[in-house]
Nanobody, 122 residues
């Protein structure tokens, strides 16, 4: 059974540092590339950051140097440390996974969580 459950979003002002998390089912966590996608109102879904089972990471240019994706293996949990938030980071953030694909394009991902909202005010 695939399970991806996000939590840890929220609202705050620019410059805040939330850390959404995603608990995954064990098989998915250990054998999948996992990442975070986001979708802002009126915009298409976009890739934010991904990490492979070996720890390799990729980031969207818009978040490089501000966001960090990481895994906590004993807890089957994926994190997204978000620093120096900007209003344009406001979006629903989704945890996602794929057994093979480890890129930032949203299309190939076939497992999704329900999302966690991050809202940044100026």
């Amino acid at each position: 059974q695939v399970r991806l459950k996000e939590s840890g979003g929220g609202s705050g002002q620019s410059g805040g540092s939330p850390r959404p998390s995603c608990v995954a089912s064990t098989y998915i966590y250990k054998h999948s590339c996992m990442g975070w996608l986001r979708q802002a109102p009126g915009k298409e879904r976009e890739g934010v950051a991904v990490t492979a089972p070996n720890g390799d990471t990729k980031y969207a240019d818009s978040v490089k140097g501000r966001f960090t994706i990481s895994r906590d293996n004993p807890k089957n949990t994926l994190y997204l440390q978000m620093n120096s938030l900007k209003p344009e980071d406001t979006a629903m953030y989704y945890c996602t996974a794929h057994s093979i694909y480890c890129g930032l394009e949203p299309g190939p991902y076939n497992y999704w969580g329900q999302g966690t909202q991050v809202t940044v005010s100026s």
